[in-house]
């Protein structure tokens, strides 16, 4: 800086202008990061069912569901994943998904009492703001270890 000033600006100059880029970069990824694809979604929550020794059926496609739909759906399909590994102790859980609709069962814990969480209840401003119904229930499947819970998703 004190050998040339004005070289010294110039460089500070570029530099401010590769931070900004790059900020915009990372923010451009946690956005796509936040909206989940419900393709995408899907193989996510079959992975971590897998690894959590959780047996898991999936029934219905992404591709079968209309693209208004997907991002709601995928939100909530999140939701319930997380959940289920959190806090249902499942062995079991069967994903279900059809146009208009996502249905998420489980042989856990059960609600025990529980009211919804901070994750449900943003879950439920999500799919209202969209149209649809969000419920949460027990059981969710028969003779599973506990009462089981039962996420669906209405649009």
């Known amino acids: 800086m004190e050998v040339d000033p004005a070289a010294a600006q110039t460089e500070l100059g570029e530099i401010v202008a590769l931070s900004r880029t790059a900020l915009a970069d990372v923010r451009a990824t946690v956005t796509r990061l936040r909206t989940p694809d419900l393709a995408s979604q899907l193989e996510a929550s079959r992975t971590a069912f897998a690894a959590a020794e959780i047996e898991a059926k999936v029934h219905g496609r992404a591709?079968?569901?209309?693209?208004?739909?997907?991002?709601?759906?995928?939100?909530?399909?999140?939701?319930?994943?997380?959940?289920?590994?959190?806090?249902?102790?499942?062995?079991?859980?069967?994903?279900?998904?059809?146009?208009?609709?996502?249905?998420?069962?489980?042989?856990?814990?059960?609600?025990?009492?529980?009211?919804?969480?901070?994750?449900?209840?943003?879950?439920?401003?999500?799919?209202?703001?969209?149209?649809?119904?969000?419920?949460?229930?027990?059981?969710?499947?028969?003779?599973?270890?506990?009462?089981?819970?039962t996420v669906e998703v209405t649009l």
């Open 63 to 149: 591709r079968d569901i209309p693209l208004p739909q997907r991002e709601v759906l995928s939100w909530a399909l999140r939701e319930a994943t997380t959940n289920v590994l959190r806090h249902a102790g499942a062995r079991r859980v069967v994903v279900t998904l059809a146009p208009g609709r996502l249905t998420v069962a489980d042989d856990g814990a059960g609600l025990r009492g529980h009211g919804p969480g901070n994750g449900l209840a943003g879950l439920r401003q999500r799919v209202e703001a969209a149209g649809g119904l969000l419920q949460v229930t027990g059981p969710g499947l028969a003779g599973g270890t506990g009462e089981g819970t």
